[in-house]
């Protein structure tokens, strides 16, 4: 097995690298399904405004969604390559803790929202993570992620943490096919910031199942532990 990546993080823990790996939700569209995630001390839910997604949500639906996430949970706004007005309207109207970009954006289309941001990164080598670090210095994180260069997000597939560069330039969420079962490997070996999860969390297309979010959370706080020890 590779070695660990470990990586800096944007929030050094005093006296030493970060103690909890944060975990986000990703792709709801039940309100009882949030208050799940809640309840399990998920860290952030994602939102999805995004055509063609299976879990596409309108604007006024993900602000409805929005309303319903409960104090010292973050609400992440996933859009991808949307022109600037559906872009503006549609933060306006959720009014996010974050903005996920999923496709091409600019750096500066990205920070003209005035929210801080995640950029997601379609991984195919260490150099798409460094490039994308320094296309974008003044993104929050980037989410690692196994989808294809413009393509949906959301694919249930892992892609080759290997790949990941232990010089990232920036804190980073690792995404893309992570489930109860694989998750604590993913987190020994590269060490996330935070990971992010869709389909392994489903019964199907945005039905998040709450066994299912409750069994990766479990394996996230294992995997934390042993690091620990
Ligand atoms: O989840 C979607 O349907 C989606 C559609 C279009 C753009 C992005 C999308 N999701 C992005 C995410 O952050 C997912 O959580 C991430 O891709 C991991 O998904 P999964 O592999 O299903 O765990």
């Known amino acids: 097995m590779s070695p660990p990546i470990r990586q800096e993080s944007r929030f050094p823990v005093p006296g030493g690298e970060r103690l909890r790996t944060r975990i986000k939700f990703c792709g709801f569209t039940r309100s009882q399904d949030i208050e799940g995630a809640a309840r399990l001390g998920a860290d952030a839910i994602g939102l999805v405004c995004v055509p063609g997604s299976k879990r596409e949500l309108s604007a006024a639906q993900a602000a409805d969604l929005r309303a319903s996430v409960p104090a010292f949970m973050a609400t992440v706004l996933l859009l991808s390559n949307a022109d600037e007005k559906r872009a503006r309207a549609t933060i306006e109207m959720v009014m996010p803790d974050f ?3 999923h496709g091409q954006e600019s750096a500066s289309f990205c920070a003209s929202f005035g929210r801080p941001y995640f950029k997601a990164v379609a991984m195919r ?6 490039q994308a670090a320094r296309l974008h210095p003044e993104a929050a994180a980037l989410i690692l992620d196994s989808h294809a260069e ?3 997000g959301g694919t249930g597939q892992t892609f080759d943490w290997s790949r ?4 990232s330039g920036k804190p980073f969420l690792l995404a893309g096919g992570l489930t109860a079962a694989n998750v604590g490997e993913a987190v020994r070996m590269v060490v996330p910031y935070a990971v992010d999860v869709s389909s392994g ?3 199907s297309p945005g039905y998040k199942n709450f066994e299912k979010m409750k069994a990766f959370v479990e ?3 294992l995997a934390d532990a042993e690091m620990q020890r």
């Open 164 to 167: 990941i560069p232990q010089d």
């Open 201 to 203: 969390i489903e019964t």
């Open 125 to 130: 080598t260490a150099d798409d993570v460094r």
């Open 219 to 221: 394996a996230v706080r």
């Open 150 to 152: 413009g393509g949906l």
């Open 99 to 101: 903005v996920q970009f």
